[in-house]
């Protein structure tokens, strides 16, 4: 095995592990990354107690790791290349600074894009509670968005790794920089994606399982040039039905 082929099962293997420990943190209490409401029909309340009791509810505290053991769930399986980019572009004595401020950038992007996102849920859930208008209207826009040439400038930067330095306190700057644009991109790409999950009534954990799929399959093609087009699903097609081909008897092809 090479060297990098090494360095690529390293990170890939502890990645995967991340992933299978948030999983099964989210099947065991599915609920718990599901923001609370006050229930239908307890009458109309003034704004500032509305207010009070969805923070009473939704406790800031709890609605952050919430959001964050989401984003490790969905979002981990894309890190595997930018980590790998550092791992193999950093002294050993540096690759787990490096890593840990690559992954501190990253993650402060995505829970600053959060505040808006945990805003938006509790604010539909609150004036629409029982309704999947405020889902399918997000769908919606989440199918434009995903046609979109916009969404494809996204793509393509999300696959840019950035020059990092190798010393010093400029390395630990581009390390966390990279993160930071990184998540940048990566948000900009997915938060349509992401919310779409949180605003359904049920099937919250399903509705995840399938959108994480959706952004790691995307994130296999290569850079395009921007335009409208249908992307999701391509390549992992492609290589199930290469496999597929592979395995078929020659007399049955």
Same mark, same amino acid.
């Given at each position: 095995?090479?060297?990098?082929?090494?360095?690529? *099962?390293?990170?890939?293997?502890?990645? @995967?592990?991340?992933? #299978?420990? !948030? %999983?099964?943190? $989210?099947?065991?209490?599915?609920?718990?990354?599901?923001?609370?409401?006050?229930?239908?029909?307890?009458?109309?309340?003034?704004?500032?107690?509305?207010?009070?009791?969805?923070?009473?509810?939704?406790?800031?505290?709890?609605?952050?790791?919430?959001?964050?053991?989401?984003?490790?769930?969905?979002?981990?399986?894309?890190?595997?290349?930018?980590?790998?980019?550092?791992?193999?572009?950093?002294?050993?004595?540096?690759? *787990?600074?490096?890593?840990?401020?690559? @992954?501190?950038?990253? #993650?402060? !992007? %995505?829970?600053? $894009?959060?505040?808006?996102?945990?805003?938006?849920?509790?604010?539909?859930?609150?004036?629409?509670?029982?309704?999947?208008?405020?889902?399918?209207?997000?769908?919606?826009?989440?199918?434009?968005?995903?046609?979109?040439?916009?969404?494809?400038?996204?793509?393509?930067?999300?696959?840019?790794?950035?020059?990092?330095?190798?010393?010093?306190?400029?390395?630990?700057?581009?390390?966390?920089?990279?993160?930071?644009?990184?998540?940048?991109?990566?948000?900009?790409?997915?938060?349509?994606?992401?919310?779409?999950?949180?605003? $359904?009534?049920?099937?919250?954990?399903?509705?995840?399982?399938?959108?994480?799929?959706?952004?790691?399959?995307?994130?296999?093609?290569?850079?395009?040039?921007?335009?409208?087009?249908?992307?999701?699903?391509?390549?992992?097609?492609?290589?199930?039905?290469?496999?597929?081909?592979?395995?078929?008897?020659?007399?049955?092809?």
């Amino acid at each position: 095995m090479t060297y990098g082929a090494r360095e690529l *099962a390293w990170v890939r293997n502890s990645v @995967v592990l991340i992933i #299978a420990v !948030t %999983w099964i943190l $989210l099947l065991v209490e599915p609920g718990g990354i599901v923001a609370h409401c006050p229930v239908p029909g307890a009458g109309p309340m003034p704004l500032r107690a509305s207010v009070q009791m969805l923070l009473a509810m939704n406790p800031p505290a709890s609605l952050a790791a919430s959001w964050l053991l989401m984003l490790a769930a969905m979002m981990a399986p894309v890190l595997i290349p930018p980590i790998r980019y550092i791992r193999l572009r950093s002294f050993t004595h540096r690759r *787990a600074r490096s890593i840990v401020l690559f @992954v501190a950038g990253y #993650a402060a !992007t %995505w829970m600053t $894009l959060g505040i808006p996102l945990l805003a938006t849920e509790l604010a539909v859930k609150s004036f629409a509670p029982q309704s999947y208008l405020p889902a399918a209207g997000l769908g919606f826009i989440a199918v434009v968005w995903q046609f979109s040439p916009i969404k494809q400038r996204c793509l393509n930067r999300c696959h840019a790794h950035s020059e990092l330095a190798a010393f010093g306190a400029t390395a630990d700057f581009d390390a966390l920089r990279f993160g930071v644009t990184h998540g940048i991109w990566c948000a900009g790409s997915c938060w349509a994606l992401m919310l779409f999950p949180m605003l $359904l009534l049920s099937g919250h954990v399903v509705a995840m399982a399938t959108v994480a799929v959706l952004i790691f399959s995307e994130r296999l093609e290569q850079p395009m040039p921007p335009c409208w087009r249908l992307r999701g699903l391509g390549k992992v097609k492609r290589t199930l039905v290469a496999q597929a081909r592979i395995r078929l008897p020659i007399s049955a092809r």
